[in-house]
């Protein structure tokens, strides 16, 4: 199973490169890393990514897989102050989009999204080619 | 209309504090006022209601809510921005309010609190009389 220190410098999954390639917005204040934040393991052929993402609808969220690259992107809706005043204000709202590019090629055909009381778990299966594979050593 | 919520929390609201050798994580929250009482929206991600507890006692308005962890305590990460864990958070309200009638309403991990003001703290229109 990769590790962050095992990677190569290319393979993008270090914590600077998720800094420049976040396409966190500024509206609303979201975090710099981007928002959401995530949590992301992997074991044997499958990798698993999971956002925070409380208050955010299923219609207003939007999941995307291109090769190497998952987004996770949407809408969450501020509170409306109708007629009275806002005596605190921490959670952003407002557009939001995050890229990241995983250490392994995925097969978009067999992604999974799950929102669950405010929990999104995302589970892609590594493209055939990146999964581990047992090599028989022959003596001679 | 005057402020008159009063945040106990010193922390920043995403840092973690340690208490009792557990975890706390501080939920973020918005608080909004109206001339009828005051509306706490957290974010209470992976909680559900009947790990919610909400008290109101002595001025003091606390959410307290389990979460309990969703991987293996050893799971290794690629990449781990957020802890998983008990969120915990006190609010004193110096208004009068009825903390009886408080409503609660957790849905996809987000909580809606209604706490009312008392009759005497409402807003009040006073009728302004031409002479």
Known sequence: ?????????????????FVERALGTTLGGFAEEGFPSLNIWDANDKVFVEAELSGVAPADLDVSVAGADLTISGNRKAVDPANGTKARQ????????????????????????????????????????????KVTVRAT | MAT?????????????????????????????????????????????????????????LTIEAKVQPRQPRDQEYLLK?????????????????????IRAELKNGELKLFVPKTEAAKTRKIPIKAS
């Open chain 1, 90 to 133: 921490e959670r952003p709202s407002g557009q939001f989009s995050r890229t990241v590019t995983l250490p392994w090629e995925t097969e978009a055909d067999k992604v999974e999204a799950v929102l669950r009381d405010g929990v999104l778990t995302i589970t892609l299966t590594k493209a055939v080619q990146c999964r581990p594979k």
């Open chain 1, 1 to 17: 199973m990769a590790r962050l220190s095992d990677l190569f410098a290319p393979l993008p999954l270090f914590r600077d490169d």
């Open chain 2, 81 to 101: 921005e957020y802890g998983v864990g008990t969120f915990s958070r006190s609010f004193i309200i110096n208004a009068p309010v009825n903390g009886e009638a």
């Open chain 2, 4 to 60: 008159t919520t009063i945040e106990k929390q010193e922390a920043h609201p995403t840092a973690p504090e340690l208490i009792d050798d557990s975890v706390r994580y501080t939920p973020l929250v918005d608080i909004l006022e109206t001339g009828d009482g005051f509306t706490f929206y957290a974010d209470l991600p992976g909680v559900k209601a009947g790990d919610l507890d909400v008290t109101y006692e002595d001025d003091t």
